[in-house]
């Protein structure tokens, strides 16, 4: 058996207070947005103060009751806290500090004869641009998912009633969107939804949603940008100049 230490993206919940079923109705929130896609998720619950008195066993079921599967605790966790989660099975992490380096080779002079083969970029040189987008060509179907991790998704396409984009950045839809858009799944709050026509069942950035009949009724049907400011969606027309 070999032991390997790898790096995963995991769900993480922020608990400030002591009132489980403030997350109760946080995670039935999430699931909502996005069954398929939140089912079974792992998921982290970041613990905001040591002085918190924190029912463990309650927190589990409240976690596994909505569909999540609740990896372990992080955060500010005191020694009695440590305790009593282990005393439940559940892990404490500790999330690590990594200084990103630069550590692309420093290009050597081209020699007069060089082939012209070893100076052309490798694979591994593309492999930032590659990633930061996401591209669907085509009608998203009713039922029909598609999940953009870690980076921006772009849809030229209608996305059909019944049928999900999801991004942990933005979602570009140069189409009809019919079905839900989540933007900013993990939770960024910068992250931007563009649309050319406007008539979602639901659309989410970091969390915060709103459903059809809720949106406003001047942005129906139109072309827009939907933004986060304070916890409140902005929708902003694209047609004006």
């Known amino acids: 058996m070999t032991l390997k230490s790898l790096n995963f993206t995991l769900l993480v919940v922020n ?14 929130r999430k699931r909502l947005m996005a069954p398929e896609f939140f089912a079974l998720t792992p998921m982290v619950v970041n613990i905001a103060e040591t002085s918190l008195n924190i029912d463990f066993l309650q927190l589990r079921n409240i976690v596994e009751e909505h569909g999540f599967i609740l990896t372990g605790i992080t955060g500010k966790v005191s020694e009695q806290q440590k305790q009593q989660a282990s005393e439940h099975s559940i892990a404490v992490l500790h999330g690590s500090k990594r200084q990103v380096v630069n550590t692309s080779p420093v290009p050597e002079p081209m020699e007069e004869n060089k082939e012209v083969a070893d100076v052309l970029p ?6 930032v641009s590659e990633v930061k987008t996401k591209i669907h060509t085509g009608r998203v179907r009713s039922g029909q ?21 999801i991004a942990d950045g933005n979602i570009h839809i140069y189409g009809t969107l019919r079905g839900k ?17 406007l008539q979602p069942e639901l659309v989410s ?26 916890q409140n969606m902005v929708f902003s027309s694209l047609n004006k100049i």
């Open 122 to 127: 490798t694979e591994q040189d593309y492999t």
């Open 145 to 165: 998912q598609i999940y953009a991790k870690e980076c921006d998704l772009v849809i030229r396409g209608d996305v059909g009633a019944g049928a999900e984009v």
């Open 181 to 197: 858009a989540l933007a900013g799944a993990m939770g960024d709050t910068d992250a931007v939804v563009f649309c050319t026509v």
């Open 15 to 28: 608990l400030d207070n002591e009132t489980l079923s403030d997350l109760a109705e946080e995670l039935n």
């Open 205 to 230: 950035i970091a969390g915060v949603y709103k459903l059809s009949d809720t949106l406003p009724e001047d942005m129906w049907s139109t072309s827009c940008s939907i933004s986060l400011e304070d």
